[in-house]
Nanobody, 115 residues
Framework: QVQLVESGGGLVQPGGSLRLSCAAS????????MGWYRQAPGNQRELVAD???????YYASSVKGRFTISRDNAKSTVYLQMNNLKPDDTAVYYC?????????WGQGTQVTVSS
């Protein structure tokens, strides 16, 4: 059974930082490209960043230079370091396989950027 458990969200002021974590189980984590997605109210879920097993990364243009994705295959965990956060980054953040998400999603972690 696939389980994806996201954590690390919270309320932060513009310009602040957060580090998200996602622990995966029930999958062979080291075989997959893993990504972070986000969904803001009224918007579709979008891919924010992903990382191959070998370490190649992709970033959406809106977060490039501010967010950094990393992964620890031994711990089946993927991270997202978010710096210089902006109000437009407010969303629920999820991790999943990229670019074809697995059918099961975690509960996500809420990130709110507001003064």
């Amino acid at each position: 059974q696939v389980q994806l458990v996201e954590s690390g969200g919270g309320l932060v002021q513009p310009g602040g930082s957060l580090r998200l974590s996602c622990a995966a189980s029930g999958i062979i984590f080291s075989r997959y490209i893993m990504g972070w997605y986000r969904q803001a109210p009224g918007n579709q879920r979008e891919l924010v960043a992903d990382m191959t097993v070998g370490g190649t990364t992709y970033y959406a243009s809106s977060v490039k230079g501010r967010f950094t994705i990393s992964r620890d295959n031994a711990k089946s965990t993927v991270y997202l370091q978010m710096n210089n956060l902006k109000p437009d980054d407010t969303a629920v953040y999820y991790c999943n396989r990229s670019p074809s998400p697995l059918g099961s999603w975690g509960q996500g972690t809420q990130v709110t950027v507001s003064s």
